[in-house]
């Protein structure tokens, strides 16, 4: 018996034998079309960015590249929290801008809050990361249309206490100290920095961006340099 169903099994050839094993051509191609589909969809694996992300414990999912308007937006995520702080909601934003704030969110804005304020914030609420257009006052492009730049409005502690930008920037209390020196920290990471002093545009927040300059505006400028 065993050497007459060797004999079949090796006899049979093509769709026979498929036929025979239970494989019909039809259901061959099926399972190949399906196979070669998931290939097709399979993630690509994350890059050092992304891998840098999981590791600071940021809520992210991935952002295909896309361009719309004249703007396009490459290698972005859309965060939902950096470490202990959620954002008010996701927002999305490149990669490289993610990284910093991660990196602002944990090694300055928590410990700022602990020491000043006695509580970690628990919420950052922004005012917006991506919109295609150019830059307040100027003719080239802004770093929000390419969801490289962040505005931030309001810092709230998990006691619900609230830091706004618009109401503490200019004051001499804990809350001002906060802001300041999370402003300050900043400078050092983003490419810009803006703030309140800036200019009238933003009276009501930080902006950070990650574009190719060096700028930190948070204090007045000196009208005799200006
Ligand atoms: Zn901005």
Redesign the pocket.
Same mark, same amino acid.
């Given at each position: 018996m065993a050497l007459r169903a060797k004999t079949e099994t090796n006899g049979m050839q093509g769709p026979k034998a498929l036929a025979g094993s239970g494989w019909s051509p039809v259901w061959f191609s099926v399972v190949l079309v399906l196979l070669l589909a998931a290939c097709a969809a399979a993630p690509p694996p994350p890059g050092p960015c992304r891998a840098e992300l999981a590791r600071y414990d940021v809520a992210f999912e991935p952002v295909p590249d896309f361009s719309s308007g004249g703007c396009s937006v490459r290698d972005a995520v859309k965060v939902s929290r950096f470490g202990q702080a959620k954002l008010s909601t996701p927002a999305m934003m490149t990669c490289e801008l993610a990284l910093k704030l991660s990196e602002w969110e944990a090694t300055m804005v928590q410990p700022a809050a602990k020491r000043i304020l006695g509580s970690p914030v628990a919420v950052i609420h922004h005012y917006g990361t991506y919109a295609c257009r150019r830059a307040t006052g100027g003719s080239r492009m802004?770093e #929000?249309a390419k969801a490289n730049?962040? *505005?931030i409005g309001v810092f709230e502690t998990d006691r619900h206490e609230k830091v706004s930008v618009t109401l503490h920037w200019k004051g001499r209390d804990k809350k001002a100290e906060f802001l300041k020196t999370i402003g300050q920290g900043a400078c050092t990471l983003f490419g810009g920095v803006?703030g309140p002093d800036s200019d009238r545009n933003h009276y009501d #927040?930080f #902006?950070f *961006?990650m574009g190719p300059y060096d700028f930190c505006r948070l204090n007045p400028v000196d009208p005799r340099v200006r």
């Open positions: 802004s #929000h730049a962040i *505005d803006l #927040h #902006h *961006d």
